[in-house]
């Protein structure tokens, strides 16, 4: 078997065992929607229908419209994604331009190391279409992590300025002033789409699609039902910012007592190259068949993926849902 084979089954085997793990991760992500879905519709803990059937009925169709929302942003992946991070005036040819120049920095860099024509085109392919994909999802999570920390305080002056008798949206227009970063774009969004015509539920379920977590779902849904029912929004808003700290602090806990573990596994991911390093700084010559020739980049190639596929099933077990 030639050099190029062992190279393209060891590179196919560690695409696939890719693809099973990036399999099993989406799945329990849509796993997750769904619960998040079945909450809002109240099928998690359903009550008679005697007692609150128009209730559950309002909120299932608020359950049906986030579910349209999202299988509509599964049709425009890039302009969603771009909206996620806060680019939102961003277009997407511009992002495929820096897709482009990315694919061609990768090219560039690894046709100078001297490297073969396969690796190029595997290179090529993760600078066009993985690296600013990752970058972007890098934001996206940085940028809902902020809004995290910040979402709860905004409710809470939100429901002090209602108590004081302010309409809702001007409630809303006046965080957008006093919040900086996402929360402050956000309000500002749904402000300025309210203010053009659009219902102020419809704004804040676009502003839910834009910042898709479920404390945002759950705001959503809160301002959507007072405004069918005219309940009273501030003691809605402050539960919710209550049910937000309590999340945040056991979030908090839950990093707290998987420390260890991320740091087991760190220590066990990179103590194979540390101790390669090592032995290639001590004895050069010994490690020579392993970068030199065909059995020794095969071994390399097939280590280096189950290594990757590892550190993932390490990271989905201590990666907890709250």
């Not at 349209?68 to 331009?97: C, E, P």
């Not at 897709?99 to 290179?123: E, P």
Request: proline fraction near 3%.
């Amino acid at each position: 078997m030639s050099t190029g084979a062992i190279i393209s089954l060891a590179v196919l085997a560690i695409l696939i065992a890719a693809g099973m793990m990036f399999y099993f991760l989406s799945n329990a992500s849509r796993e997750r929607q769904k619960r998040v879905f079945a909450v809002i519709a109240g099928q998690a803990h359903k009550m008679p229908e005697t007692e609150a059937d128009g209730r559950d009925r309002r909120r299932a169709d608020m359950a049906k419209k986030l579910q349209q929302k999202g299988s509509h942003k599964k049709k425009n992946g890039i302009r969603d994604m771009l909206n996620k991070a806060g680019f939102y005036d961003t277009s997407v040819s511009k992002f495929w331009f820096f897709s482009v120049m990315s694919g061609v920095i990768f090219t560039s860099l690894i046709t100078l190391m001297g490297q073969g024509s396969m690796i190029i085109g595997l290179v090529a392919v993760i600078g066009f279409f993985g690296f600013p994909r990752l970058v972007l999802n890098i934001m996206i999570s940085n940028r809902q992590k902020k809004f995290l920390n910040d979402f709860s305080d905004a409710l809470e002056s939100m429901v002090r300025l209602l108590k004081a008798g302010m309409p809702v949206a001007e409630a809303i227009a006046m965080m957008s002033r006093e919040y900086t970063g996402p929360v402050g774009e956000e309000m500002s969004k749904i402000y300025e789409q309210q203010k053009i015509g659009i219902p102020l539920p419809e704004a804040c379920l676009k502003a839910a699609e834009r910042m898709p977590l479920t404390e945002m779902q759950m705001f959503a849904t809160g301002i959507s039902i007072q405004q069918q029912t005219g309940s009273s929004l501030s003691e809605v808003l402050m539960n919710l910012a209550k049910v937000i700290r309590a999340r945040f602090r056991l979030k908090r806990k839950i990093q707290s007592l998987s420390s260890e573990a991320k740091a087991s596994g760190m220590i066990i991911g990179a103590l194979p190259i540390i101790v390669c390093a090592g032995l290639y700084a001590v004895n050069p010559e010994y490690m020579w068949p392993l970068f030199h020739t065909v059995k020794g980049k095969m071994y390399l190639a097939g280590a280096g993926g189950w290594m990757c596929c590892g550190i993932l099933v390490m990271r989905q077990m201590i990666n907890f849902r709250i």
